[in-house]
């Protein structure tokens, strides 16, 4: 069946780094996007970055300079490394394979990054 495990999440003082992984199994995954977003109590889940077949990257403009998703296709793995984080990046990290009808998500990890 299809899985993503989302690992690498934790608490880290403001300005630290983490560097959170996306496994996935059962698909075919270099022919999937991938995207993180990100979700924090009562409000809507936002995305954060995504990174497409080619490599190509997008970023939301609150982590652009910060944060930078990569891909190792002989892995099934995406990273997201977020770098001088701040206590707005508190959140739930959710990974996002998606590729024609198909869509998948993971369960999440928790981000907390302390003042």
């Known amino acids: 069946q299809v899985q993503l495990v989302e690992s690498g999440g934790g608490l880290v003082q403001a300005g630290g780094s983490l560097r959170l992984s996306c496994a996935c199994s059962g698909i075919m995954f270099n022919r999937y996007s991938v995207a993180w977003y990100r979700q924090t109590p009562g409000k809507q889940r936002d995305l954060v970055a995504l990174i497409t077949t080619s490599g190509s990257s997008n970023y939301a403009d609150s982590v652009k300079g910060r944060f930078t998703i990569s891909r190792d296709n002989a892995m099934n793995t995406v990273y997201l490394q977020m770098n001088s984080l701040k206590p707005e990046d508190t959140a739930v990290y959710y990974c996002?394979?998606?590729?024609?009808?198909?869509?998948?998500w993971g369960q999440g990890t928790q981000v907390t990054v302390s003042s």
């Open positions: 996002n394979a998606f590729w024609s009808l198909a869509n998948y």
